[in-house]
């Protein structure tokens, strides 16, 4: 990293305080949580509701560590509310400067026709990415909003909440859910300390759809933004405090696609996923 980088990395609003990553055990998530430990020397609490995998997260991320960063495993369910009270309580008993949280975690369904979807899974995706990400701003914007000194709070929603996606009807519903909810809690909080943003990943190299049971070839995984690039997008926009972010040129193109054409778009969308042998 130049000096300079490293500088302004050092007098960002978060460094050297508390953060809380969501979906810390993989993708994302993992890198999110590997820049603020590296780069800003933040002690993160990384959750997911795996703890033996951030166990071994915690010996990779700290392994480099020039700031004096930490990693804290802390399994949690985001659909649990309570277990998100208890770690609210945790910080706050240890007296921590909470500064910057991440609702990551999130899920998918294989790519495939609605009337075609489990029901059970698209339940659980459905609470974890839309009731999880509610979930952790009811229990941390009210002690944020109140914060003398510059917060954030960064939900990653997906371009499937703005772009629909044929294949994804009930992931995408998911995250159209998180930017309604995101655009208008941000309406909310407009004028204080707190900022809030939203960030719209495009397709992301990571284990997302393979844990969905229909993992890609890799012909297409080859076109995606690695995680710890994605990663790099959303903390910088976090540290300039942007509002609203698409990320990656895919999500770009598909959002000007639809823009121009919001009914061809989604089928031709459908086309090409076929085509590609990806929509089932
Ligand atoms: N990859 C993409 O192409 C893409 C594109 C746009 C948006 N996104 C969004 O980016 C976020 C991160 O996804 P990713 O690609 O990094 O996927 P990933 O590698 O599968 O990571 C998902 C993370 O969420 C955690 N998680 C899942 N359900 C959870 C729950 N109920 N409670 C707590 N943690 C839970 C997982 O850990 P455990 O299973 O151990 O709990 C894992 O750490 C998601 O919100 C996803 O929708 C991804």
């Not at 700290?62 to 770690?87: K, R």
């Not at 495939?112 to 701003?137: C, D, W």
Request: hydrophobic letters at 40%.
């Amino acid at each position: 990293m130049s000096n300079q980088k490293q500088k302004k990395r050092k007098k960002s609003y978060f460094a050297g305080e508390c953060a809380i990553v969501t979906g810390a055990s993989s993708g994302i998530g993992k890198e999110i949580s590997r820049i603020l430990v590296r780069d800003f020397g933040m002690m993160v609490f990384g959750v997911s509701r795996n703890l033996e995998k951030l166990e071994r997260i915690k010996a990779e991320i700290e392994s480099e560590n020039p700031f004096g960063g930490s990693f804290v495993p802390y399994a949690l369910d985001v659909t649990d509310i309570e277990s998100i009270f208890d770690l609210r309580s945790h910080i706050n008993t240890h007296c921590l400067n909470l500064r910057l949280v991440i609702s990551n975690a999130g899920q998918m369904l294989p790519i495939t026709e609605f009337s075609r979807e489990n029901e059970v899974q698209e339940k659980g995706m459905t609470n974890t990415n839309l009731i999880g990400a509610m979930n952790m701003a009811r229990v941390f914007i009210p002690d944020l909003r109140h914060s003398p000194v510059k917060v954030g709070f960064v939900f990653v929603g997906s371009i499937a909440g703005i772009v629909p996606v044929p294949g994804c009807a009930a992931y995408s519903a998911s995250k159209a859910g998180v930017k309604n909810f995101a655009e208008s809690v941000i309406a909310e909080n407009k004028k204080r300390k707190l900022y809030i943003g939203h960030m719209m990943p495009g397709m992301t190299n990571t284990n997302l759809f393979a844990k969905s049971g229909q993992d890609l070839p890799d012909w297409v995984r080859k076109y995606m933004t690695s995680a710890s690039k994605m990663a790099e997008m959303i903390v910088n926009k976090a540290r300039k405090r942007k509002k609203r972010c698409v990320l990656g040129a895919d999500a770009k193109i598909m959002r000007m696609c639809y823009r121009l054409n919001p009914s061809g778009f989604p089928r031709l969308m459908r086309r090409v996923l076929e085509k590609a042998g990806i929509y089932h």
